[in-house]
Nanobody, 115 residues
Framework: QVRLAESGGGLVQPGGSLRLSCAAS????????MGWYRQAPGKERELVATISPDGTGNVADSMAGRVTISRDNAWNRMYLQMNSLNSEDTAVYYC?????????WGKGTLVTVSS
């Protein structure tokens, strides 16, 4: 059973930064491609960034330049550093991986950008 647990969300002011974490278990993390998605109120879930086992990251155009995705294979953790946040970044952020034919999701962590 794959388990993904996000943390690090919260309330942040416009222009601020947050670092989200995803703790993974139940899979061989070192060979898993991981991803961050988000879902804003009233909108569909969208891809934020993915990271391959070797640490190569790909960030969606909507967040390019403001987001860095990284991972620590020794600790089975993935991170999302977000900078210059604005109200449109308010969403629940989810950790995801596709493992043995299934797509696995965490429960999400809420990020609220507001003054």
């Amino acid at each position: 059973q794959v388990r993904l647990a996000e943390s690090g969300g919260g309330l942040v002011q416009p222009g601020g930064s947050l670092r989200l974490s995803c703790a993974a278990s139940g899979l061989n993390f070192k060979i898993a491609t991981m991803g961050w998605y988000r879902q804003a109120p009233g909108k569909e879930r969208e891809l934020v960034a993915t990271i391959s086992p070797d640490g190569t990251g790909n960030v969606a155009d909507s967040m390019a330049g403001r987001v860095t995705i990284s991972r620590d294979n020794a600790w089975n953790r993935m991170y999302l550093q977000m900078n210059s946040l604005n109200s449109e970044d308010t969403a629940v952020y989810y950790c995801n991986t596709k493992w043995r034919g299934s797509s696995w999701w965490g429960k999400g962590t809420l990020v609220t950008v507001s003054s």
